[in-house]
């Protein structure tokens, strides 16, 4: 598991480094601020078409192989990024990277592979914990690499110098998590059941709507980071040194949550309400944002809208690992990966017609309703009676 988090966090710092020089290299290549927003979007798009695929492949020939596929395409896109001297070149690999974005959720798979049932929500922070370094390490970097100067290509070099340094960990160290005999298993399911689609799929294992939480979830997160920035620019006058710093105390704060309290949490709450705890506690922070005026309001209602999140993330993953058998885990996570990439671009765009049309107040209720739809099925998941509830494996925690 140690080694799993090293590789995901080494290959993380690697994608934050090019975060921040994306808006200011885009410009210098001829892009308008509709095409800032689309090489931002398009590697969401490109990830959440090709989740499922990543996941599907690595159920017949393993977690390792698809893994370090990933990690080299990823190498590979940040290097085309170095070298980028045209918008199109830009817009590649972007598109690469997106496509090659396949390794969370195969690395999800992996530590559901490797974790007793009642011990996955804790190990799923783990995971999210190496995602919360890595957005605070990587775009630190990044400014610090990229300069005043805006030295761009020895940002992707560097970024392309960490995937590869994961690809070869993963190599040398990383052990394959998929046995043999559930590799053959779902070769011989999927040829016995031919094409199955996504939503049979989901539907023959009850996460349907569990897979609709993470495209909210994910919604509600980005609206956060979308609006956030240009609500404190408004309100308090703020510019992008002072929003860098609150994010990487947000994002140091997420690691330490997911990190270190998960595990102790799920085992004295249980998942679901646990879940129903972190949805809660999001729908509180949108309700704060509704009403907030001073620095300190806008700041209570940025971290608790956060940190409810965060209480999310791992306890879904847990949930739908849980609910699938193993020879179908990676297609299942990946769909679920997908579904959570397309929420990332539609929070953005959604939050954008609101606050254009309703305003700063409008926007913060949105994310209040979609993060009480999430909190509305995890109670009704807690108050169903056991005997309704979907089959887990044998020792999960239903927190019932």
């Known amino acids: 598991m140690l080694i799993l988090f090293a590789t995901v966090l080494i290959d993380l710092i690697g994608f934050g480094i090019i975060i921040p020089i994306l808006p200011f290299m885009a410009p210098d290549l001829g892009a308008s601020n ?44 940040y290097v085309l990024l170095a070298y980028s001297q045209t918008l199109a070149m830009l817009y590649a690999s972007r598109i690469l990277a997106g496509l090659m974005s396949g390794n969370f959720a195969v690395a999800s798979a992996m530590v559901a592979d490797l974790s007793p ?21 990587g775009p630190f970097l990044g400014g610090i690499l990229a300069g005043d100067d805006g030295q761009y290509f020895r940002v992707g070099m560097v970024a392309a110098g960490m995937s590869f340094t994961a690809l070869i960990v993963g190599i040398i160290q990383l052990p394959e998590s ?31 709507l569990l897979a609709g939480l993470f495209f909210l979830q994910n919604s509600c997160h980005t609206t956060v ?73 806008i700041l209570w209602a940025f971290f608790t809208t956060i940190t409810g999140g965060t209480l999310c993330t791992p306890v879904l993953n847990a949930l739908v690992a849980n609910r699938t058998p193993a020879h179908l885990r990676g297609r299942m996570l990946g769909t679920t990966g997908s579904s959570a990439a397309f929420g990332r671009v539609a929070g953005p765009l959604l939050g954008g017609v609101l606050l254009s049309t309703l305003g700063f107040h409008g926007a913060w209720l949105g994310g209040a309703l979609a993060a009480l739809l999430i909190a509305a099925w995890a109670l009704e998941q807690i108050r169903r009676p056991p005997h309704l509830l979907p089959p887990f494996e044998p020792g999960d925690v239903h927190g019932t």
Not at 49 to 55: A, D, F, I, T, Y
Not at 117 to 137: D, H, N, W
Not at 198 to 205: F, G, K
Not at 260 to 288: A, C, D, Q, W, Y
């Open 178 to 208: 998929h046995a043999r005999k559930q590799r053959h298993l779902a070769q011989a399911q999927q040829r016995e059941a031919g094409k199955v689609s996504i939503w049979r799929m989901l539907q023959d294992n009850n996460n349907t």
């Open 34 to 77: 509709f095409d800032i927003a689309l090489i931002i979007a398009v590697y969401s798009v490109c990830g959440g078409l090709v989740g499922p695929l990543w996941g599907r492949l690595s159920d017949r020939i393993g977690r390792k192989p698809v893994l370090l596929i990933c990690l080299g395409g990823a190498g590979v896109s």
């Open 225 to 297: 980071s979308y609006l956030f920035p240009l609500w404190v620019g408004s309100q308090l006058g703020w510019g992008a040194k002072d929003v860098g710093i609150i994010f990487g105390i947000q994002g140091l704060a997420m690691a330490a949550l997911q990190g270190g309290l998960i595990g102790h949490l799920v085992r004295r709450l249980g998942e679901l309400p646990l879940l129903l705890l972190g949805s809660s506690v999001m729908t509180l922070g949108f309700v704060i944002a509704t009403q907030a005026e001073t620095s300190a309001t």
């Open 117 to 137: 049932p009642s011990e996955r929500a804790k190990s799923m922070g783990l995971m999210g914990a190496a995602f919360g370094l890595g957005l605070v390490i």
